[in-house]
């Protein structure tokens, strides 16, 4: 069976969209069956990790969401006989889904807050915690609705991790600070500056960028200089462990957030982009706090939310079991029984 994924990643787009599909992608692949990649933007990193696990990619030179990509995509997947079409960015709405239909494709469309103004895909897809059916009120009436962390994507690396157990420190030491794949306004720097300002002895924190980060030399100067140590990281492949490591993160408000509830990793949310702004709110308080949008926070303000999250053993004994009871690491199961079931 062949999956054609039509996704794409930048630093103006992030990484996200691409990272989930990557999730679904291997648990497809798996099971024995092949996986197309189509992409319109140039991500040579990201690329070369797909090939690396046996994903097909075509570059697909075109104006992104266009009816002419809806067409080209389309094609392809008729070429590779494709059994499903899986569509994720923000730049694709109601009309390139139908074009999708009309080639009489089986069409997952993954959304974040119901962009399109119309829905045709045979299945949606939101894994957010405010996904509801109101966001979908105008879509076909074969639509199926995928709504909530249930579904979460998360990559294989996590999957050994299920039913793992989280040991809490009496103050917490080790920080992580994961602010996305592209991070093009570089708060990842305010981050580390605030975090020179939080008063307790003995921290050390791993700082992990993707490769679409312009600053990365900025931020290696940042972190030789830090009081506490500092280990900078790119293009990981072994986050979990890295989670795992840590007592507390610092995230953006994507997609990592519902990683860091199956690992138990309590966090400070800082908002980057506006679709990020009703998780982080539905999630503050409950696997982490919501610190606003970055260009709003101070760094003395990250240093006294850090401080007041390190020292809190029970506030973060709370998000832990919240983050759990959350996210379970089986959506990626779940969203390919109904690929199976259709």
């Given at each position: 069976?062949?999956?054609?994924?039509?996704?794409?990643?930048?630093?103006?787009?992030?990484?996200?969209?691409?990272?989930?599909?990557?999730?679904?992608?291997?648990?497809?692949h798996?099971?024995?069956?092949?996986?197309?990649?189509?992409?319109?933007?140039e991500?040579?990193?990201?690329?070369n990790?797909?090939?690396?696990?046996?994903?097909?990619?075509?570059?697909?030179?075109?104006?992104?969401g266009?009816?002419e990509?809806?067409?080209?995509?389309?094609?392809?997947?008729?070429?590779?006989?494709?059994?499903?079409?899986v569509?994720?960015?923000?730049?694709?709405?109601?009309r390139?889904q139908?074009?999708?239909?009309e080639?009489?494709?089986?069409?997952?469309?993954?959304?974040?807050?119901?962009?399109?103004?119309q829905?045709?895909?045979?299945?949606?897809?939101?894994q957010?915690?405010?996904?509801?059916?109101?966001?979908?009120?105008n879509?076909q009436?074969?639509?199926?609705?995928?709504?909530g962390?249930?579904?979460?994507?998360?990559?294989?690396?996590?999957?050994?991790?299920?039913?793992?157990?989280?040991?809490?420190?009496?103050?917490?030491?080790?920080?992580?600070?994961?602010?996305g794949?592209?991070?093009?306004?570089n708060?990842?720097?305010?981050?580390?500056?605030?975090?020179?300002?939080?008063?307790?002895?003995?921290?050390?924190?791993?700082?992990?960028?993707?490769g679409?980060?312009?600053?990365?030399?900025?931020?290696?100067?940042?972190?030789?200089?830090?009081?506490f140590?500092?280990?900078?990281?790119?293009?990981?492949?072994?986050?979990?462990?890295?989670?795992a490591?840590?007592?507390?993160?610092?995230?953006?408000?994507?997609?990592?957030?519902?990683?860091l509830?199956?690992?138990?990793?309590?966090?400070?949310?800082?908002?980057?982009?506006?679709?990020?702004?009703?998780?982080?709110?539905?999630?503050?308080?409950?696997?982490?706090?919501?610190?606003?949008?970055?260009?709003?926070?101070?760094?003395s303000?990250?240093?006294?939310?850090?401080s007041?999250?390190?020292?809190?053993t029970?506030?973060?004994?709370?998000?832990?079991?919240?983050?759990?009871e959350?996210?379970?690491?089986?959506?990626?199961?779940?969203?390919?029984?109904?690929?199976?079931?259709?």
């Amino acid at each position: 069976m062949k999956l054609l994924i039509r996704v794409d990643a930048s630093t103006q787009i992030g990484t996200g969209h691409l990272m989930r599909c990557l999730a679904l992608a291997q648990a497809w692949h798996d099971a024995g069956n092949q996986v197309i990649f189509v992409m319109a933007t140039e991500a040579p990193d990201l690329i070369n990790r797909l090939k690396s696990e046996g994903m097909e990619v075509i570059y697909l030179p075109i104006e992104i969401g266009s009816a002419e990509d809806a067409k080209e995509t389309a094609k392809l997947a008729r070429q590779f006989d494709a059994n499903w079409v899986v569509v994720d960015g923000y730049q694709f709405g109601a009309r390139y889904q139908e074009i999708i239909k009309e080639f009489e494709l089986k069409l997952l469309f993954i959304d974040d807050y119901g962009h399109a103004k119309q829905y045709h895909a045979d299945i949606v897809l939101n894994q957010n915690i405010h996904a509801h059916e109101g966001l979908y009120s105008n879509r076909q009436p074969y639509t199926e609705l995928l709504l909530g962390t249930s579904y979460s994507l998360l990559r294989r690396e996590f999957w050994q991790w299920q039913g793992w157990q989280r040991s809490l420190p009496l103050i917490a030491k080790k920080l992580l600070v994961t602010l996305g794949g592209a991070d093009p306004d570089n708060v990842t720097l305010k981050v580390i500056e605030g975090l020179q300002k939080v008063e307790v002895e003995g921290l050390e924190a791993v700082v992990v960028v993707g490769g679409s980060n312009p600053h990365f030399e900025q931020l290696r100067s940042a972190s030789q200089e830090s009081r506490f140590p500092i280990q900078l990281k790119r293009n990981v492949t072994n986050m979990p462990e890295l989670m795992a490591w840590a007592d507390v993160a610092v995230t953006a408000g994507g997609s990592t957030c519902w990683e860091l509830a199956f690992m138990g990793l309590p966090s400070l949310i800082v908002i980057l982009a506006d679709n990020q702004q009703s998780s982080a709110k539905k999630l503050s308080g409950v696997t982490g706090k919501n610190l606003g949008w970055h260009e709003d926070i101070l760094t003395s303000e990250i240093a006294a939310a850090a401080s007041e999250l390190i020292t809190s053993t029970q506030t973060r004994l709370e998000m832990v079991k919240r983050g759990q009871e959350l996210v379970d690491g089986k959506g990626t199961d779940r969203v390919l029984m109904c690929f199976y079931k259709q």
